[in-house]
C-alpha cells in the first residue's frame, strides 16, 4: 500500500503534487517524496523521513520550489521492502539521475532481476524492490526504445501486483504509468493532466477521470491521457463517473472508515499473501530475521494477543498444532505475564497485534524475551515498537485502517498467521511440499472468494435492518468456526453496544443454554469443516428452544441452509482457512446493524484504536 500521483501540463504545479500526495496519506506514511522536471532539464528529488510528519516535511520541503514545474511524480510510502529511510523513500532513479520512478505494490522477482542488472552494471542505492524499475527503464531507454515502449516491456518482465508511474527528464513532459491488480486512475483538467492511485488525490483539480486495466499503459501528457494494451495498440479510455465530495473522497466513496476497510479486503488478503514465495515454489519469509535452523529447534509455541487479534491468534493455533504437530498455548496478553508461563530457549512467542503499540501484548512480548524464549510478532505497522523489539517479524499488508473496529487487518492477520503456519510445516518437514503448495495456492483464491461474500452486503443490510430491537445475540461455533463465533460477537459488542457473546458450540449444553429463548438470536458457524454435523446438532438444540437461527454456510448447502432463518452464505475454500471467509458476514451484520441504531461506527464510545494503558 503506498499511494502515487504524477502531473503535467501548463497548469499544473509541485503545490497541487504535493496536496495530492496528502490526500493519499491513508495509503501510507512511512515517507514521502516528489521528483519534479524543471525547465533546464534537470530532474529534481525532495524525500521527507518523517514517521506520520512525513508529508508535513515534504509540504515545508517543497514550499518555495514551484518555480519551472514542467512535470512531476510523487509518492508516499507505506513500506514493504527496505527499512524506512531517506535512500529507500520514493521517487527512485536510474543510474544516469534521468529516469524517476514513484511505484505502489511488490515487484516479486525483484531479486532476480537485480542481480541481472547489477551484472550488467547498474549500480543501485536501496534496498526496495522498485529500483529495479528505474534499472531496468533505463536499459530499454538505451537499447532507443521510447519511454512508452520501455514500460511496456518492462511490465512484461515484472511480476506481481503493482502499479508505477515513470518519467524521463529527456522528453520532460510526459508520464507514463502502468498497473497490474492495483489502484490507478487518470485524470484531465484545464491545462493539466494527472496520474494517481485514486480519485481523492485528483479531486477538485481534475474535471474527468478515467479508467486503466491491467497490464495497460498510459501515456499522460499535456496534450492528454492515451491508453494503450501491452501490445502497443491504442485502447479507448472509459470515463468514470464521480459525485464525491472532498470529505466523501478521503473515505474512497464509503459512507465510513469501516465499510471502506470490509470492502477492501480483497486487497488486504492478496497484498499479505503476495511476494511470499520464492522462484522453485517455496514459501520465503526473508524478512522475518529468524533462520530454518532455530526455527527447527523450536519445541513449543505461545501465541499472544488481544481482541480481534487474539482471535486471530487462536485461528492459528488450530493451523500450527495441525500442520507442525508442535504444542502452541493461547494466551490474551494481560493474562500471559501474570500467570508464571513456562517457557524456555526452546520455546517461540508470538505477538499479534495490528498496531504493533498495545501496551499488553508489548508487556507480554517484553516478559517471553525476559524469560529467554524467541519472539515473532505480526504486525500490521512497518517500524512498530513491537516490530522493533521482536527477534522476528511478519507484517501483514492491510494498509492503514482508520475504523476502530478491526476488520481489514484482521483477515490479514489470519492470512499471514496461516503463511506462518505453513513456512514453519516446510522448515520442519512436517508436511510435503506438494500438500503446502496445494493450500497455499487455495488461498490465493481468497481474495475473490472475499469479493464474492461482499455481494451479499444488501442481503445482510436486509437482515440487520430486521433485528433492530433484538437485546441478545449469541455466536456458536466449533474448531475454527469457534475464533469465528468469538469476532462476530466482538464486531457486534464493539459497535452495537448490545450483548452479543461467542462459545464454541458443544459448550452451551454446560451452562448458556439456559438463556435461550425466543427473544434470543443465534448465529452459527457451519461451514463445511470436520465438526460441521456436530455443530449442527448444537444449532438444533437452540433451534427447538425457539432461537431464530441466522446461520454461515457454505453456498448450496441445502442442508445446512434449511436449519436457518436467514443465511449469509460464503464460498467453500480447506477448514483451516475458512474464518477469513466466514468472518465477513458477521462483520457486515454487525456493522449494518450498528448503522441501523444511528451508531458511530468508525468511533465506537469508550474505545480507541490503539491500547497503550494496561
Ligand atoms: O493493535 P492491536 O491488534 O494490538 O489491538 C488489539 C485490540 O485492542 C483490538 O483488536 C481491538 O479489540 C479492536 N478494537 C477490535 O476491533
Redesign the pocket.
Known amino acids: 500500500m503506498c499511494g502515487i500521483i504524477g502531473s503535467t501540463g501548463e497548469a499544473a504545479s509541485l503545490n497541487d503534487l504535493v496536496e495530492g500526495l496528502a490526500r493519499l496519506e491513508y495509503r501510507g506514511y512511512d515517507s514521502a517524496g516528489v521528483a519534479v522536471v524543471r525547465a533546464d532539464g534537470t530532474l529534481e528529488r525532495i524525500r521527507a523521513v518523517d514517521g506520520t510528519a512525513s508529508l508535513k516535511l515534504l509540504a515545508e520541503l517543497t514550499k518555495d520550489k514551484s518555480d519551472g514545474y514542467i512535470a512531476g511524480l510523487g509518492h508516499t510510502r507505506w513500506a514493504t521492502h527496505g527499512r524506512v529511510t531517506t535512500d529507500n523513500a520514493h521517487p527512485h532513479f536510474d543510474c544516469s539521475g534521468g529516469v524517476g520512478v514513484v511505484h505502489n505494490g511488490i515487484v516479486e522477482n525483484f531479486r532476480e532481476l537485480k542481480s541481472e542488472l547489477e551484472k550488467g552494471g547498474h549500480v543501485f542505492t536501496s534496498q526496495t524492490d522498485t529500483e529495479v524499475i528505474a534499472h531496468l527503464l533505463e536499459a530499454y531507454l538505451k537499447e532507443g526504445l521510447s519511454l512508452k515502449e520501455a514500460v511496456t516491456t518492462s511490465m512484461s518482465r515484472l511480476r506481481g501486483a503493482m502499479s508505477f508511474v515513470a518519467i524521463d527528464a529527456s522528453d520532460p513532459k510526459v508520464l507514463v504509468a502502468t498497473k497490474r491488480m492495483a489502484p490507478l486512475i487518470v485524470g484531465s483538467g484545464q491545462g493539466i493532466n494527472f496520474v494517481a492511485s485514486d480519485i481523492p488525490a485528483i479531486l477538485g483539480k481534475a474535471d474527468c477521470f478515467y479508467q486503466v486495466g491491467d497490464d495497460q499503459v498510459v501515456v499522460v501528457s499535456p496534450d492528454g491521457n492515451r491508453l494503450f494494451d501491452l501490445f502497443g495498440k491504442a485502447v479507448e479510455l472509459s470515463e468514470i463517473s464521480v459525485e464525491w465530495d472532498l470529505e466523501a473522497a478521503a473515505r474512497g466513496g464509503y459512507q465510513d472508515f469501516m465499510s471502506k476497510e470490509i470492502f477492501e479486503q480483497p486487497s488486504a488478503v492478496r497484498d499479505t499473501l503476495l511476494g511470499r514465495v520464492n522462484e522453485q515454489g517455496e514459501i520465503a519469509l526473508d524478512e522475518m530475521r529468524l533462520d530454518p535452523e532455530e526455527l527447527r529447534r523450536i519445541n513449543k509455541i505461545f501465541i499472544v494477543?488481544?481482541?480481534?487479534?487474539?482471535h486471530a491468534g487462536m485461528v492459528a493455533k488450530y493451523a500450527i498444532e495441525h500442520w507442525t504437530r508442535l504444542p502452541v498455548e493461547l494466551d490474551i496478553?494481560s493474562e500471559f505475564r501474570y500467570r508464571d508461563p513456562v517457557l524456555d530457549q526452546q520455546t517461540l512467542v508470538i505477538g499479534?497485534?495490528?498496531?504493533?503499540?498495545?501496551l499488553?501484548?508489548i508487556a507480554a512480548m517484553k516478559e517471553a524475551t525476559m524469560l529467554g524464549a524467541k519472539t515473532l510478532v505480526v504486525?500490521?505497522v512497518m517500524g512498530s515498537s513491537m516490530a522493533r523489539a521482536a527477534d522476528a517479524v511478519l507484517y501483514t499488508r492491510a494498509g492503514p485502517e482508520i475504523g476502530?473496529?478491526?476488520?481489514k487487518?484482521?483477515t490479514a492477520?489470519i492470512s499471514a498467521l496461516l503463511v506462518l503456519a505453513l513456512y514453519l510445516a516446510q522448515v520442519r518437514r512436517s508436511m510435503y511440499a506438494s500438500e503446502i503448495s496445494e493450500i497455499y495456492s487455495e488461498m490465493f483464491r481468497l481474495p475473490e472468494k472475499i469479493e464474492q461474500v461482499l455481494t451479499s452486503d444488501a442481503a445482510i443490510e436486509e437482515v440487520a435492518q430486521s433485528m433492530v430491537g433484538v437485546k441478545r445475540f449469541y455466536f456458536i461455533g466449533r474448531h475454527v468456526g469457534y475464533p469465528v463465533a468469538l469476532e462476530g460477537a466482538?464486531?457486534l459488542k464493539?459497535i452495537s453496544y448490545l450483548p452479543a457473546e461467542g462459545y464454541p458450540a458443544g459448550e452451551l449444553k454446560h451452562g448458556p443454554i439456559a438463556m435461550i429463548d425466543s427473544d434470543a438470536v443465534v448465529f452459527g458457524i457451519v461451514t463445511r469443516t470436520r465438526l460441521w454435523e456436530k455443530t449442527i446438532s448444537n444449532v438444533e438444540e437452540v433451534r427447538v428452544r425457539g432461537a431464530k437461527i441466522v446461520l454461515v454456510a457454505n453456498e448450496g448447502d441445502t442442508e445446512s441452509i434449511a436449519l436457518g432463518d436467514a443465511i449469509f452464505e460464503v464460498p467453500q475454500t480447506h477448514p483451516l482457512l475458512a474464518p477469513v471467509l466466514d468472518v465477513i458476514p458477521l462483520q457486515l451484520f454487525a456493522y449494518h446493524l450498528a448503522l441501523s441504531l444511528g451508531n458511530d461506527v468508525d468511533r465506537p464510545r469508550n474505545?480507541a484504536?490503539?491500547?497503550t494503558v494496561e
Open positions: 494477543g488481544c481482541g480481534t487479534s487474539y496478553s499479534v497485534s495490528q498496531s504493533g503499540e498495545t499488553d501484548t504486525s500490521n476502530v473496529a478491526a476488520t487487518t484482521h492477520q466482538l464486531k464493539e474505545l484504536k490503539t491500547v
